[in-house]
């Protein structure tokens, strides 16, 4: 039986008295992409930030192939890293280097290439995400929001993760450019084989680039399942959800 | 009403709060330093930070160290002409600048500029998730972030410092020589004579120190900042702030240090 690419037990995170987090237990198989629904600050973002080590669980365990990646050293940890690739809810360009460098930045992090190599690296990875290898020469302020977009896709991919994680990839952007961001991601996901976990409340997209879907509720996952069946799961919550109903199980708190 | 204890509690906490933010701040600069023995260092930074830090802080630098030197060469007029102890006046100058105006005044000149500068930078990069990004991306963002910026603080100062020193004696030297009367070869000459080596020394050495002491509060408070574009400006003026006053407070360190006896 084939391994989870990422395995997640009993994870747990509170800040302060509040418990974003509680007990989450996730599989996501390799090659496959995993959306994670839910409403604001029910701890999607928490999740990924935790995976990605940027803050650490109080408790539970996550494991990247078959190692568990909580605790370990701080040079081991940078090399699993290394296999992640992050776009960015808002992009998180870096704004003092011009577009390439940030296209480039993982592969000149690594050493992986000279600055010449990494230059021409980068108009290739822009060229996949539809843009000309020109805009290399412009800064991240001279972009639009679609196009920011576009550039922290061709960062996240450029060293060819293993793994792949979006954070609200089309949030701000049009219906439009949303699609067209959604289907770079799935196209880049299959070119690169990666294994990916896409964070979104936006439905369309969700059900454009999962193959699983889950949904978090007040830090604990209440449902799991394919992502084609979000639209009509039969759970009560993410039916009101995935609608945007105003009556059901999830009441909005004004203040918690 | 208010109990007595509970002042002492409040007491307790001022003070369990500043400990703590001093040992943060420590533990800080400790990291930012270690990362100098620790390759990759970020060279292309390095140099932007300290071209930054060196090169354009210099007409503020200068100008603030021109008219110190022409203000206490005035007032030192003033003052000494009522003992006739006017030839004194060279060596007030100088000392004055080399030991003091020049490194202080530069610090604090800087501060608000470079200080002001990083923690706006840095808490921009907090805020937008890009010292996140850093971390997805095989970088360490105190190694990318603060230690070139920990080390053009304190290699960028005493440069800036060597200029104001210069510039000052220069400004009190023109006052001096154009308006007070002095023959400009022996207030050269009584110049020279009262300054040491160890004068100029000591004034670098504290240019070195408030130059680390202007990039760690820049770092920190951005590094630390949080919210949106208000924590960024709570960020800046706290660094401005607390270089200002650590740079003050740690001139009266040195100076016991090198001068009292």
Known sequence: ?256 | MMQPLDAVAAIGRGTLGAVRHAGAIALFGATGLSHLVRPPFYGRIFLGVFLEFAFFSLPVVALTAVFSGAVIALQSYTGFSRFNAESAIAGVVVLSVVRELGPVLAGLMVAGRMGAAMAAEIGTMRVTDQIDALGTLSTNPMKYLVTPRLLAGVLALPLLVVVADILGVAGGFLVSTAKLGFSPASYLSNTLQILTTNDVVAGLAKAGVFGFLIALMGCYHGYNSRGGAQGVGAATTGAVVAASILILMFDYVLTELFFAR
């Open chain 1, 1 to 256: 039986m084939t391994e989870p690419k990422i395995k997640i037990r009993g994870l747990s995170k509170a800040f302060g008295d509040k418990q974003v987090l509680d007990g989450i237990d996730l599989d996501v198989m390799p090659g496959t992409s995993t959306v994670v629904i839910g409403g604001s600050g029910s701890g999607k973002s928490v999740l990924l930030k935790c995976i990605l080590g940027l803050i650490e669980p109080d408790s539970g365990s996550i494991e990247v192939d078959g190692q568990d990646i909580l605790g370990l050293p701080r040079q081991a940890r940078e090399r699993v890293n290394a296999g992640i690739g992050m776009l960015f809810q808002a992009g998180a360009l870096f704004d003092s280097l011009p577009v390439w460098e940030n296209v480039a930045f993982g592969l000149l992090a690594q050493q992986k290439s000279t600055r010449a190599e990494a230059r021409s690296r980068a108009g290739e990875v822009l060229a996949q995400v539809g843009l000309d290898p020109s805009v290399g020469d412009l800064s991240p302020a001279e972009l639009s929001g679609g196009m920011q977009k576009r550039v922290g896709l061709a960062r996240a991919i450029a060293a060819q993760p293993g793994i792949l994680f979006f954070d609200e990839p089309t949030t701000g952007l049009d219906p439009i450019m949303g699609a067209v961001i959604d289907g770079l991601i799935v196209d880049c996901v299959k070119r690169l084989g990666s294994t990916a976990i896409a964070i979104t409340h936006d439905m369309a997209s969700a059900t454009r680039i999962g193959d699983r879907a889950a949904m978090l509720f007040r830090g604990r996952l209440v449902w799991q399942g394919e992502a084609a069946a979000l639209l009509d799961s039969g759970n009560p919550m993410v039916d009101q959800f995935t609608h945007g109903r105003r009556d059901g199980p999830i009441q909005m708190e004004l203040r918690r």
